[in-house]
């Protein structure tokens, strides 16, 4: 693996795969600009600025990257230098959206394009959407259902790097109750999990969720001033990119202090809850069929009203990603996908609890990514 990018077979097999997509589509090419999409097919980090940098990649597996003169050396840490790629670069002056209509073979009135929709992606600014429009004759249809499924279905190398991603957060986890002391702020704890996030190998920080007591029935509740006291329960939703910026996404949940009865009692449900959305999980089995295996047990305990999120979403280069994992997705999983499964509980005013693994679906179940137990942790409660 070159740093920051898989080997260039990989980017390889994946525009082959994206160019036949696109031919089946009906679709006379793709145009993908700098974003997700442009990372995953390519491996290149450009950035969406007012000129245009774009991936063409006709039906026919033709490709060609438009990029401005001096964004050129903006592509050598890509796979694009060894695709065998055509780079046609342009200076100020010059019409970019004319480029991308020559290599999807022409602009209306000369070779091809003329009744046959350009696909984009949704990453596209409206900056460029616009002239591309014109210079093509026809406003050019979202590529998301082109490349949806060979995003969702992760290859040997993704899968990997999910792995790796989810070894390493679950090293940050392992340290996390050393951080929670109390007298501490939360914003204190989410300071050391985010140096420690980055020992651990991730290059950055996506986000840090650590929220006690009440606040811990907030979902999305980040980090505060709060300090940290004898008897909270603390939730601990952590992730970040991982080389090559595959994210790890993990949740545990922490008490400081012994539980009460109350608290171990729901706790102990919502572990059954996951436990069972996990063992769901299989191919063929859709989406909402493992969305409901968590929220089933949950509602026998009387909790349903508690659960107030999906049970899942995709992950990969994106912290969320399709497939999602929710009521009313009738998907079926496959081999390869990749998601959370992470129900949780929340008392308004109280405390919350979540769990949250990462897992990739396999021939006939699951694969975890995070091992760290799923227990109550309980840390010490005297500072």
Known sequence: MASGRFSTEVYAQRLTAAAAATA??????????????????????????????????????????VVPRLELAALRESAIPDLGLTVRDWVDGEDPYRLVADALGGAPGTTGTTGIATAVTDAMPALHLLPLADVLG??????TDVLRRLRMVKDAAEIDALRKAGAAIDRVHARVPEFLVPGRTEADVAADIAEAIVAEGHSEVAFIIVGSGPNGADPHHECSDRTLRAGDVVVV???GPYAPGYNSDSTRTYSIGEPAPDVARRYAVLQRAQ????????????????????????????????????????IGLSVHEEPYIVAGNDLPLEEGMAFSVEPG??????????????????????????????????VPAAG
């Not at 026809?138 to 590529?143: D, T």
């Open 138 to 143: 026809r406003v050019p249809v979202l590529a």
């Open 345 to 378: 509980i929340y008392f308004a005013g109280d405390w919350g609890a979540r769990i949250e693994d990462i897992v990739v679906v396999t021939a006939d179940g699951a694969l975890s990514v995070n091992n760290q137990p799923h227990d109550l942790v309980v």
């Open 237 to 239: 939703d952590i992730g």
């Open 24 to 65: 089946d589509a009906g679709l006379a090419g793709l145009v993908i600009t700098p974003g997700y999409d442009l990372r995953y097919l390519v491996g290149s980090r450009a950035q969406t600025f007012e000129r245009l940098t774009a991936l063409v990649l006709a039906a026919d597996g033709t490709g060609t990257v």
């Open 275 to 314: 436990q069972a959305a996990v063992a769901a999980v299989r191919p063929g089995v859709t989406a909402e069929q493992v969305d409901a295996a968590a929220r089933d047990v949950l509602a026998a305990e009387g909790l349903a009203e508690a659960f107030v999120h999906r049970t899942g979403h995709g």
